[in-house]
């Protein structure tokens, strides 16, 4: 049976070299999924970030994850402090989730 569910949209840019730590980070707290986009690209506090650039072997990552409102609240107690150390940026939003059967949620 299929259902709606009141979530929050976690959304979060890092270096890819920090990908590792961000996925432990997330674990420890409880999340039971997340999607990474690899060579994400943009303009922002770091400058320009092309990901079309052949000498940028570093690049960014686009994580992404749906929480419930609890669960949110966890990820980001340890998710603050570690932006402020090796920054970032990490955007939450409420969504709207249909749940199928099968399905995970954090």
């Not at 270096?15 to 999340?31: D, H, I, P, Q, R």
């Amino acid at each position: 049976m299929n259902s709606i569910l009141s979530t929050k949209r976690i959304e979060i840019v890092i270096e890819t070299e920090k990908l590792e730590e961000l996925v432990s980070l997330l674990m420890e707290a409880g999340a039971k999924g997340y999607t990474v986009i690899k060579k994400a690209g943009g303009l922002g506090l770091r400058g320009l970030r092309n990901p079309d650039n052949a000498l940028w072997d570093e690049g960014n990552v686009f994580v992404t994850l749906v929480c419930k409102e609890d669960q949110t609240v966890r990820i980001v107690q340890g998710l603050h402090p570690w932006l402020k150390k090796f920054g970032g940026m990490c955007l939450i939003s409420d969504c709207v989730r249909l749940e199928v059967e099968g399905s995970a949620v954090s």
